[in-house]
């Protein structure tokens, strides 16, 4: 271009005119990006707070977008906890005026005059006309020149301030002012949904963690028996333990087999309403079980709540006392016959001795005399065996003999089951150590299993060859006293039940089904336990095992 057409154009104000028009397109461009970074900034806040990431995260990236349009330094969030403001994030990390997780003073506090009044504050730190807050020395420690500080709005009500620092000051415009609250209500709304669905999750994850404390099996089961889900003792009461709990029902665990008319589950299926069963598991295992319905608002039924509760050792300890209780009874009675029979047989005694004296040892009555003091004496011996075993007064532990015990019971039941045709063999160690225990106690587990044995011999059909046999010996783990009978033996079945109270295939009148659970309870009581070995057909042999006494250091 010529310089005469340059100096045309100046004159005309061409020049001028272009200049212009560059600088307010320049500028509306700057606009346009500053306005697209405010979206983005917003679309930010939306998009990125979420669970997994922590808000220190959150704030950071918030903060580098922030930067892009305006000069800030700093960033800090004071959230409302039970009445307090509290310092809960600030990036970067380092600067923080006070600890994180501490309440921010309110007597002259600018976050707390912003909080109260719900009017956001542009605050410059170096102003001759500044109003004095307690924040002023931590902003010239950080050389802050200028802070704006927000309220955050959540649900209508103030839930904190957010608070932006500068190094320099700036100047911020209406619409600048505008965004940042508009920013600061966003945030206000992301952190109350964030915190409401921790609520939730917090619920969430409280009422499984009691779900599965719990330390009874609980299993939630659908409509058609299926289990949905199960806490950990469940998995390993029913041994579920990397089995899917899906594969199963409630019935199918319960009782082996799918869907019963007389299961709990049945019954709350049919009836909408809680039902209880006791059921016996595994063999000797007592549950209780309780299902409970779970109904919508509709009334409608979708699954039920089962909860089982072990109760063995309860049923064993009211067998143990109910039996204990039975033998009270009987060891007053037995003692008040006792008593009564002294008196007769005391007299038959000394009258006897006074015709022996009297009668000529070749005459006939003297023969029959002695059999009459023998058979007296023998009577003495039963009573005062019947006494000693029905004092409960002496159930303390203190140094006895197994030998001893067994022939203070052979003398007391010996005789009626010899009367039942029954060879009795007793084999007892003359070495066997002793025991701490009660003897009484002791017998009556051994009372227990002779009459056991036989009751089983008289269900035989043989006559001939019944034998119960008695055997003490010791061993590296203690003492054992053992009574096997060549009788019809136990079943699978019943091997299963014998210890188990109540179970009895005796007749009505014959048994109760407590022996052996109170005779296993009181061995155990002892330290010591009671195995069984049967075979149908041979016979079966009971074993008492006890630990020795133990020496005095």
Known sequence: MSDRQQLIERLVGVSSSKINYYTEL?????????????????????RSFNIDMSMDAM?????????????????????????????????????????????????????????????????????????????????????????????????????????????????YDKEDLVFLQQFSDQLAVCIENVRLYNEVLNS??????????????????????????????????FRLDGVEAADYTLDNLLYGEQMKEESPLYETLKTKRTAY?????????????????????????????AYIKDVTEKRHFEARMMQSGK????????????????????????????????????????????????????????IRNLLTFSRQDEYLFQTCSLNEAVEQVLSLVGYQIRQSHIDVKVRLDPDIPLVDGSIQQLEQIIINLLLNARDALDETARQNDK?????????????????????????????KEIFHPFYTTKEALKGTGLGLSVSLGIAEAH????????????????TLRLPVKKDPA
């Open 467 to 495: 034998k119960i046999i008695i055997r003490t010996e010791s061993s590296r783990e203690g003492v054992a006293l053992s009574v096997s009978d060549n009788g019809p033996g136990i079943d699978s079945k019943g091997m």
């Open 327 to 382: 033998l009270a009874a009987l060891g007053e009675m037995a003692a008040g016959v006792a008593h009564e029979l002294n008196n007769p047989l005391t007299a038959i005694l000394g009258n006897t001795q006074l015709l022996l004296r009297k009668a000529d040892k070749g005459h006939p009555s003297h023969e029959l005399l002695a059999d009459v003091l023998k058979c007296s004496k023998r009577c003495q011996d039963i």
């Open 59 to 171: 704030l950071k990236n918030i903060l580098e977008k922030l930067r892009k349009i305006f000069p800030l330094k700093r960033l800090s969030l004071s959230i409302f906890k039970s009445g307090k403001l509290i310092l809960t994030n600030v990036y970067p990390r380092d600067y923080a005026h006070v600890d994180i997780g501490s309440a921010i003073p309110k007597e002259k506090s600018l976050y707390w005059k912003v909080a109260e009044s719900g009017i956001s504050q542009v605050y410059f730190v170096n102003a001759d006309d500044r109003e004095t807050y307690t924040e002023i020395v931590a902003f010239e420690k950080l050389s802050l020149r200028e802070v704006l500080v927000f309220p955050l709005y959540g649900k209508g009500r103030i839930i904190g301030v957010l608070s932006l620092g500068s190094e320099r000051q700036s100047a």
């Open 26 to 46: 320049k500028k509306t461009i700057d606009e346009m990006k500053k306005k697209n970074t405010q979206l983005e900034i917003i679309n930010e806040v939306m």
């Open 204 to 237: 969430k994850k409280e009422w499984e963690q009691t779900f599965l404390a719990v330390a009874d099996p609980i299993m939630l089961v659908d409509v058609n028996g299926s289990i949905l889900r199960c806490n950990g003792a469940a998995s390993s009461f």
């Open 527 to 542: 330290g010591g336990t009671i195995d069984v070995k049967s075979e149908p057909g041979i016979g079966s042999v009971f």
């Open 277 to 305: 069963r006791e059921i016996t598991m595994f063999g000797q295992t007592i549950c209780e079980v309780h299902t409970y319905p779970i109904i919508n608002e509709k009334d409608d039924m979708y699954g039920v709540i």
